[in-house]
């Protein structure tokens, strides 16, 4: 009982701290965001707003969000289906 006295505050930082990384990383692996931004850059590259070193780095980083997202989404989806079976 005093033991989860004096760490009920540590265990709910720590706990919070789980739920933002978690809304965090929904947010930076979403598929649909990464496509939006890598339109973006696109345009912006088309419409020489940025250099193409910029425009290479940039997409390049984005794709690779991209590709773990797509891989997490199967990961997923792939764990609904046997959670069925």
Do not use: C
């Amino acid at each position: 009982m005093i033991h989860k006295l004096f760490t009920w505050p540590l265990d709910t930082v720590v706990w919070a701290g789980k739920k933002v990384k978690e809304e965090a990383d929904k947010e930076y692996f979403d598929v649909r965001q990464i496509q939006k931004k890598l339109a973006n850059l696109q345009i912006m590259y088309e419409m020489e707003e940025i250099s193409e070193d910029a425009f290479t780095e940039q997409e390049e980083e984005l794709l690779q969000r991209y590709r773990r997202a797509k891989q997490i989404e199967q990961e997923e989806l792939r764990e609904e289906l046997e959670e069925k079976d």
